[in-house]
């Protein structure tokens, strides 16, 4: 009975390390042109991110935005919105993997535009995440690649 309830705990445990295959998306990934970091994370049984560093957090420009206080929301569509400060704030959500290297069906917002797009997630390589933002169909998009 004891090496059944053993071989039982070993198959669960297996079971569990399989199934955390998107283990190895979540954390901090810098984005393309590092002007910002990206922590992914989960977010019930999908996979979610925000923004928790930027490379500039206070605006220097006066044309922008009242100079030393952190940047803001400011180009969002919502003008309730528009005052969140860019540090925290979530820029993805509601991928669900498909496959081992692959997530879908999630929505990605680009604070610099204002615009949300639907998205994709290709875990690449260990360091290499291509983050695929598009309108309509994945041909009509663009592709970020984000590192460790």
């Excluded at 998107?22 to 989960?42: C, H, M, N, P």
């Excluded at 940047?71 to 919105?81: E, F, M, W, Y």
Aim: aromatic share 6%.
């Amino acid at each position: 009975m004891k090496i059944l309830t053993l071989c039982a705990s070993i198959l669960l445990s297996a079971a569990t390390v399989l199934a955390a295959g998107s283990g190895d998306i979540l954390g901090i990934w810098k984005t393309e042109l590092d002007e910002a970091q990206v922590e992914v994370y989960r977010c019930g049984e999908k996979i979610c991110g925000k923004i928790v560093r930027l490379k500039n957090p206070l605006y220097t420009d006066s044309s922008d935005g009242q100079v030393g206080t952190p940047i803001i929301d400011r180009k969002n569509p919502d003008p309730a919105l528009r005052k969140r400060p860019l540090i925290g704030l979530q820029i993805m959500h509601g991928f669900s993997q498909q496959g081992d290297n692959l997530w879908v069906n999630g929505t990605c917002y680009d604070p610099k535009s204002g615009k949300s797009y639907r998205g994709k997630i290709h875990l690449a390589a260990p360091g290499r995440l291509e983050l695929r933002g598009f309108i309509g169909i994945p041909l009509f998009g663009r592709t970020a690649v984000w590192t460790r």
